[in-house]
């Protein structure tokens, strides 16, 4: 809603109404600074697109709301009657006050509640009276969680004995009753779903955040057990849904909705495992709440385990100078040299000088077997090197410009140079009997990667061009041009057939999905800066991006969700380069800094499956 055009009122815009608790909101803001207890309260309706809450113990205080249609005003009036006289005010316990301006007195005497009385629970239902170390900290979390989310806070001491947890308040006064053994009959409902920012670097949730919404998660769920008799038994992964600790979530959400729970909370007959005679303060469902298995939060290290100098490395978006082997070793294009530096013994060697052909390096690329590395150079040619022996091998030409672009396939190697030639070519045969040339691009090629079934070849160019390519024709057999920028990034997915994640340049700043089965775009997410590179994790369904202007981060997605796992920073350069380790757990990445960061990003995910022996007799047929 829209807050009121005129009057001395509380300006403010209505968005949910979850049970009993009305939420607003500031006009100009997204997260919510108060909540008001719809109870002991009088709603009159001001006009026919206006109305106001009148509370008790506030009377001097009118909070007055607009809507949009005389409709959805009386449907609002309506909502708020039924839940102002839904529940009857029972086993209270205090949230916050405020002492009267006016009178100087605390607005919960004129009901009979003093500090003695304030958090008292009735002995019903099997629960006994709240242990007051336990009560204590479940105050002061509730104080710790407001702190982190929401402007509300406690502002005067909740106990004689607690500790002076205060600030300032300029809101009015409510408290929540206690709702502990009462089974409900209205459920929470998600009225509105969170909209999906454009700008995902703002959803970007490091480690130390996930922890702490877990924990959150966790006393959210004992809380409401605790207070309002929930019936929370189980607590989700904190990355799944916006809403995991609700009891439903409806597929149709109209803006208010109120139905009979169809799954009815477990009583103290029910036969649950929880013993009777259990000395815990906590319920029957908190208890199986704590017991119950906690998934392992996901963190992921903010700052790299290894930071190597990379003098003379190049910051030109259009190379490929870093790339890992399957034997752990390291090459790294820099300047005029190729060095290799071994992950094993942290030792570097220099594999060859192109100082005396008057040339430099301006891609790498290793064998899938690990014991050869091509060299491409600036003058067009494309050197193949035996690392263990440190001899050059041979020298392929065919490209009259750099090549910027090299990926083997086995004993083949493509290679993608600025004349916008591929050339394909098998080493173990004459260059001229082996060669396909393959073109298709109208610009530089600076993109090459084959499906892990190597039966097709991305290729990506300065032309916004993405091109598919098969063994059998040298036309493409796919080409996408929905790039608004130079592709360079571009990653097979090893966990899904035909998927082909690219990235564009900085006037483009997306990454793209494509089903190359079907010829099909899949989905598309826009980064905010430009996309230098793309790798797939070899054992769970997510990538990581680097990426240049403006932000120079790294950034960990999940798939298809596309949600943010991790945001990596460091390099004050853009990240032009980035190789992942044999164990698929590591990555480097280069950029114009002349630094090579080293992250853990990936985790290797165990098998699940049971080892069954050999000598079982149920697993062999007899």
Not at 287 to 293: H, T
Not at 309 to 335: I, R, T
Not at 478 to 494: D, G
Not at 579 to 595: C, K, L, R, Y
Request: glycine share 6%.
């Amino acid at each position: 809603m829209r807050g009121p055009k005129k009057g001395d009122v509380v300006k403010r815009r209505l968005v949910k109404l979850v049970v009993n608790f009305l939420f607003y909101f500031r006009t100009d803001e997204e997260e919510p600074i108060g909540a008001l207890l719809l109870e002991q309260c009088r709603v009159e309706r001001e006009d026919n697109l206006t109305f106001s809450i009148i509370f008790l113990d506030e009377a001097e205080r009118k909070y007055q709301f607009e809507c949009d249609s005389e409709e959805q005003c009386g449907e609002w009036i309506d909502s708020i009657i039924k839940a102002s006289y839904e529940f009857m005010r029972k086993n209270i316990i205090f949230y916050r006050t405020e002492i009267h301006k006016l009178t100087g007195k605390d607005p919960l005497e004129q009901y009979g509640i003093s500090d003695e009385t304030r958090f008292q629970r009735e002995r019903s239902h099997g629960h006994a009276a709240m242990d007051q170390d336990y009560e204590s900290r479940l105050l002061r979390q509730i104080n710790i969680q407001n702190e982190n989310a929401s402007p509300v806070k406690v502002v005067r001491a909740l106990t004689p004995t607690s500790s002076p947890l205060s600030s300032p308040s300029k809101h009015g006064d409510r408290f929540i009753p206690s709702r502990a053994g009462a089974n409900w009959s209205v459920n929470f409902h998600r009225i509105n779903e969170i909209e999906k920012s454009h700008n995902q670097n703002r959803k970007t949730k490091d480690g130390t955040t996930d922890s702490s919404k877990a924990d959150g998660l966790a006393y959210s769920a004992l809380l409401k057990n605790e207070l309002l008799g929930a019936g929370i038994e189980k607590v989700q992964d904190p990355q799944s849904e916006d809403r995991r600790l609700l009891p439903s979530s409806p597929a149709k959400r109209s803006l208010f909705s109120y139905s009979v729970s169809t799954k009815r909370a477990l009583s103290e007959e029910d036969g649950n495992t929880v013993s009777p005679y259990s000395l815990s303060p906590v319920s029957s469902n908190s208890q199986k709440l704590l017991r119950s298995p906690r998934k392992p939060t996901r963190k992921i290290s903010k700052i790299p385990f290894k930071v190597l100098d990379a003098p003379e490395l190049q910051d030109d978006f259009y190379l490929n100078l870093v790339d890992w082997s399957s034997l752990n070793v390291l090459s790294v294009g820099l300047g005029t040299c190729v060095y290799l530096w071994s992950a094993c013994t942290s030792q570097v060697t220099r594999l060859c000088d192109l100082s005396v052909e008057g040339d430099s390096v301006t891609s790498v690329g290793w064998s899938e077997r690990g014991n050869l590395v091509a060299v491409g150079t600036h003058k067009g040619y494309v050197q193949i090197w035996d690392a263990a022996a440190g001899k050059k091998l041979s020298v392929l030409e065919g490209h009259t410009a750099r090549v910027g672009a090299l990926a083997w396939n086995a004993d083949q190697l493509s290679s993608g140079s600025r004349d916008r030639v591929i050339l394909q070519r098998d080493i173990r045969a004459p260059p001229l009997q082996s060669e396909r040339r393959l073109q298709g691009h109208r610009q530089e090629v600076c993109g090459l990667k084959w499906s892990t079934d190597h039966q097709l070849l991305a290729s990506g160019g300065n032309d916004n061009k993405l091109l598919v390519w098969n063994h059998s024709s040298v036309l493409p057999v796919q080409q996408y041009t929905e790039h608004l920028a130079a592709v360079k990034a571009i990653a097979w997915s090893p966990h899904q057939h035909g998927l082909l994640a690219s990235g564009g340049g900085t006037a483009d700043r997306c990454i793209r999905f494509w089903n190359t089965l079907t010829g099909q775009p899949l989905q598309c997410t826009d980064t905010g800066s430009q996309v230098c590179n793309l790798a797939w994790s070899k054992h769970t369904n997510e990538l990581v991006s680097t990426h240049g202007y403006s932000q120079n981060q790294i950034l960990v997605w999940k798939y298809p969700s596309l949600t943010q796992v991790a945001k990596l920073t460091g390099h004050s350069y853009r990240v032009l380069y980035l190789a992942m380790s044999p164990d698929g757990e590591a990555i480097v990445t280069g950029a114009g800094d002349e630094t090579l960061r080293f992250w853990n990003v990936f985790s290797k995910m165990r098998s699940t499956k049971e080892s069954v022996s050999v000598l079982n007799l149920f697993t062999r047929i007899r």
